[in-house]
């Protein structure tokens, strides 16, 4: 059966029309949406205006009698009965106090020709105290008995503030004026803060006070000749300074003026609109700069929500036609998709058998690399020990030959009644057997890594005994030795034990590296520069070469026939834990050099 022709070119027609009034209303609706919007931004801001306002009214009323009862204080008034300069300083004192405790920007006291007497800056480069304010509205105003009220800028300190003011009366006559500044750049910078731009304009429309400081000082609009001579007359601002704002009206709607932000802008989409409300007292107004960003944002969503309804309702009609069509597509799609998962899922567990196997493979092997690195490591620590016990022992023949040769010698000088020699024999056998008890002790503190040398000594004093101890090696080997250092004690901050031990091992070191020369030489020099204590020991020997040098002070590392390499290690861990440094070199004339320095120890501050 056909459709008549006429039937479906009306049914088309009707779904055109109907498609039509849809969308109209729904951008009817966004419309209303909109006005809504913006008449509850309007109305959320004049509540923040009024706010602001309300603030600014505080701030000055809180100060506002403050005139009056100066005018009214017996210190002040005497002092415009019976002035002099002992009742002048007197009276700048008492100003003084009063603008301390009222944390008010100054006070000051002019005479009835409009000087000042008294100030509270008094003693301030910038004092008021001598200056004319006869032409400022503020004293004209409370020469007339009015309360006057008057913001500028200070004409001796440049500081702008609110001026309020009230005559002195002295048997029903105005003898002076009591003049209080208030700053309101709290309340500016309170402005600051928040989001919002908000601006104070006189009856001129200059902007005084503003959230941005760019704006402070600008016009809103040209000024006329007849208001800049007046501004010229009472210096109320600075006119080199009043420049145009950056303000660009684009049309007022509903009482709102739009804006636009520069001036070469189009207005079709204004930046800011404004709202402005009176302040009559002062005949001030304020005004709040509001974007309309949000406001475009919250219309282009509004917009794009409309349309997406709209194409949605427009996608459910005909979804109805296709319905049959998309049922019998989906119901392939799912027969073809089931199949698909089957597939997938037997290939994903297969997939996972095989991973499972080469896990429990992987654990299996992994374990047996952890038994044999367990046994290569409890193989490795038993050959390490063997090595280190047998170090060890090698270590100690040194001193214990030295023991053995002191205590001949000290048999020999008892036998020949030389007792002091015997005495000092004895006491080089307990130097000996104490460094070999210290020798213990610090393969056991190198071991845990804590080794803090605490307390000071003289690395002279130590440095000659080290060379004593070590005396009959170094005739042994035929060494000469140059010493240089000066008479007086140098103080470093590492004790007696660690610099013995420091000297013992560098020199014990030096005499091995010059075995094999026919002439040995070692030169200790010690001396003082930059407030820091500076020793040098040079042998002739081979010197290290440059595979060794970065090495020469790891742990366990040594190039000799015989030795565990722990003693040029414990050598830098000392230095290093007392606040020095150590550094290994070759001399340009040949040998090794090995250079250390500390900060020189003293008393006063333990450095």
Same mark, same amino acid.
């Not at 040098?549 to 790891?554: H, K, L, M, N, T």
């Given at each position: 059966m056909r459709t008549p022709c006429s039937f479906i070119i009306k049914n088309r027609w009707r779904f055109h029309i109907t498609s039509i009034f849809?969308?109209?209303?729904?951008?009817?609706?966004?419309?209303?949406?909109?006005?809504?919007?913006?008449?509850?931004?309007?109305?959320?801001d004049k509540m923040r205006l009024e706010m602001y306002k309300s603030t600014l009214y505080s701030t000055i009323d809180q100060y506002y009698i403050l005139p009056y009862m100066l005018s009214m204080d017996n210190v002040i008034k005497q002092s415009m009965e019976q002035p002099g300069d002992n009742v002048s300083e007197k009276l700048n004192k008492h100003v003084e106090f009063f603008n301390t405790q009222l944390k008010t920007a100054a006070i000051f006291i002019l005479d009835a020709q409009g000087k000042t007497i008294a100030s509270s800056n008094w003693k301030e480069p910038g004092s008021y105290v001598g200056q004319d304010y006869s032409y400022r509205p503020y004293y004209k105003q409370a020469m007339m008995g009015l309360n006057g009220r008057f913001y500028g800028i200070g004409s001796t300190t440049n500081t702008p503030g609110f001026f309020l003011s009230t005559g002195i009366k002295h048997e029903g006559k105005i003898v002076g004026v009591v003049v209080v500044k208030i700053s309101l750049n709290d309340i500016e910078n309170v402005w600051a803060e928040g989001p919002e731009n908000i601006i104070v304009s006189d009856e001129h429309s200059i902007i005084f006070l503003s959230s941005k400081s760019q704006w402070r000082m600008r016009t809103l609009e040209p000024l006329p000749s007849q208001i800049k001579e007046k501004l010229q007359l009472t210096r109320q601002y600075s006119l080199n300074n009043l420049l145009p704002a950056d303000y660009y009206p684009c049309f007022t709607f509903n009482n709102f003026l739009f804006l636009k932000e520069k001036a070469n802008q189009f207005c079709l989409l204004p930046r800011f609109y404004t709202q402005q409300i009176s302040i009559p007292e002062f005949n001030w107004k304020m005004t709040i700069i509001v974007p309309l960003d949000n406001f475009y944002w919250t219309w282009v969503i509004s917009l794009t929500i409309t349309l997406i309804l709209y194409l949605l309702v427009l996608v459910i009609i005909k979804y109805w036609r296709m319905r049959s069509h998309a049922q019998q597509l989906l119901t392939q799609a799912n027969e073809t998709l089931e199949m698909q998962v089957k597939e997938r899922t037997y290939a994903l567990e297969s997939m996972n058998q095989k991973l499972l196997q080469e896990m429990k493979e992987r654990s299996q092997a992994e374990h047996i690399i952890q038994l044999t690195r367990s046994e290569l490591a409890e193989s490795n620590k038993l050959a390490a020990l063997g090595q280190m016990a047998t170090e060890?022992?090698?270590?100690?023949?040194?001193?214990?030959?030295?023991?053995?040769?002191?205590?001949?010698?000290?048999?020999?000088?008892l036998a020949k009644k030389m007792y002091s020699q015997t005495d000092?024999?004895?006491?080089?056998?307990?130097? @000996?057997?104490?460094?070999? *008890? /210290?020798?213990?002790?610090?393969?056991? *503190?190198?071991?845990?890594?804590?080794? @803090?040398?605490?307390?000071?000594? #003289?690395?002279?004093k130590v440095m000659y005994s080290a060379v004593a101890l070590l005396n009959h090696s170094m005739e042994k080997n035929n060494l000469e030795r140059r010493i240089k250092a000066p008479s007086s004690p140098l103080f470093v901050g590492c004790d007696e034990?660690?610099?013995?031990?420091?000297?013992?091992?560098?020199?014990?070191?030096?005499? #091995?590296?010059?075995?094999? /020369?026919?002439?040995?030489?070692? #030169?200790?020099?010690?001396?003082?520069?930059?407030?820091k204590v500076i020793i040098t020991l040079k042998d002739n020997g081979c010197g290290f070469s440059p595979q060794i040098?970065?090495?020469?002070?790891?742990a366990f590392f040594t190039t000799k026939r015989r030795g565990i390499g722990l003693g040029l290690a414990i050598v830098s861990e000392i230095v290093r834990n007392s606040n020095g440094t150590i550094h290994a070199s070759n001399h340009p004339e040949g040998g090794a050099m090995v250079t250390l320095s500390w900060p020189e120890w003293r008393e006063d501050n333990g450095k």
């Open positions: 849809l969308l109209l209303l729904m951008l009817t609706i966004s419309v209303l949406f909109l006005h809504m919007r913006f008449m509850t931004l309007v109305g959320t060890i022992a090698h270590e100690q023949n040194q001193p214990l030959a030295a023991i053995h040769a002191l205590t001949d010698n000290a048999r020999t000088m000092q024999n004895l006491k080089y056998i307990i130097s @000996v057997v104490e460094r070999m *008890t /210290q020798l213990m002790s610090e393969l056991k *503190t190198f071991a845990s890594r804590h080794r @803090v040398p605490k307390g000071s000594a #003289d690395v002279i034990l660690g610099l013995e031990q420091i000297f013992s091992n560098l020199i014990t070191n030096a005499l #091995d590296a010059m075995e094999d /020369q026919q002439r040995k030489r070692l #030169d200790i020099s010690i001396y003082k520069a930059d407030h040098i970065e090495r020469i002070f790891e």
